[in-house]
């Protein structure tokens, strides 16, 4: 097989995973030439080129090297790699990407009396992760069936093809509308960057190591604001105790004042209002809460 010189991720080709991810590869830089409908978009500034597939594919996808990278949820990746056997290649979590949070949870009739997991002790739990499952009531000792189904997996025990279910939770209304509750959490979800144990050693291994570091740098800077402020020396102290968070602020010299100081800081999140009259009362002025847009460290 010829070796490919150009990088290829897969992604899911349209889901809740598609938007978000592309967003995140284009602040990373990347763009792709329009064919959202096909399987391959050609990559346009960078080497590097998508393909768009079922969220399912994409573990087996980078085990079988027909792409370098994936993006999918944990939840995904991690039943791929219980359930497939140890021929297929190690995969790993390059980094998380924070989007697609969901959990893997275990939920019962509302009207159960859950005592914890003795009490599915003999019951059928329906579930599309068999693996995962079949770990956690392994870890706790509990002999239950397990019912693998595709999809609709809420209505199993309405239907009476299962007593409990094990299925993704975002926020819980699904559960609800069926009567059901969640038990325990399984799993804490989220979308990764997932990828080989052994990165490529050429041309696309640079392109990857480079990917990742933009990468970091989006994830860093993602909820990060730079706050500017003119303050006196006399009030620096009582200011800097008040900033949020993030590393030390950096000081700047203001022309011809030499009382003055403006000062620069990161802040790991939001800077409230409230957190900026604070400051202000501090003895602040001229106050600039800016978002930043890149960050290479
Ligand atoms: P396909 O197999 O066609 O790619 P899908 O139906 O398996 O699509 P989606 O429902 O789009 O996939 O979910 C993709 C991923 O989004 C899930 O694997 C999970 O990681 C994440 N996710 C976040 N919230 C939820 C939720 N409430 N229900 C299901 N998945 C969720
Ligand atoms: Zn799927």
């Not at 978000?20 to 960078?46: H, I, M, T």
């Not at 189904?149 to 939770?169: H, M, N, Q, R």
Request: hydrophobic residues 40%.
């Amino acid at each position: 097989m010829k070796q490919r010189d150009r990088l290829r991720i897969a992604m899911q080709k349209s889901g809740r995973l598609t938007e978000p991810a592309l967003e995140l590869l284009n602040r990373c830089g990347l763009s792709f030439r329009q064919s959202r409908d096909k399987l391959f978009c050609f990559g346009e500034g960078e080497p590097v080129d998508l393909l768009l597939v079922r969220d399912d594919d994409i573990p087996g996808l980078i085990a079988q090297g027909v792409c370098d990278l994936g993006i999918v949820g944990r939840n995904v990746l991690d039943e791929f790699r219980l359930t497939t056997g140890r021929e297929a290649a190690p995969l790993v979590e390059l980094r998380p990407l924070g989007f697609g949070r969901c959990r893997l949870s275990i939920a019962v009739p509302q009207e159960l009396d859950y005592q914890g997991p003795q009490t599915l002790e003999g019951e059928r739990i329906a579930t599309s992760y068999p693996g995962l499952l079949g770990e956690w009531l392994r870890t706790h000792a509990v002999n239950a069936g397990v019912v693998t189904l595709s999809g609709s997996v809420e209505i199993a025990p309405k239907l009476g093809t299962a007593d409990a279910i094990c299925d993704l939770v975002q926020s819980g209304g699904t559960l609800v509308a069926n009567q059901l509750r969640e038990a325990e959490v399984l799993l804490e979800s989220e979308a990764v960057l997932a990828g080989p144990l052994a990165l490529p050693i050429d041309e696309r291994g640079d392109m990857l190591e480079l990917l990742l570091k933009r990468l970091d740098g989006v994830i860093q800077v993602r909820e990060s604001r730079l706050l500017l402020l003119q303050t006196s020396r006399s009030s620096l102290e009582a200011i800097t105790r008040l900033l949020p968070g993030g590393p030390q602020p950096t000081l700047l010299a203001v022309a011809g004042q030499p009382d003055q100081l403006m000062l620069q800081a990161l802040c790991a999140g939001e800077v409230s209002w409230r957190q900026l009259e604070e400051i202000k009362k501090a003895g602040a002025r001229e106050m600039y809460v800016l978002p930043v847009e890149k960050m290479l460290a």
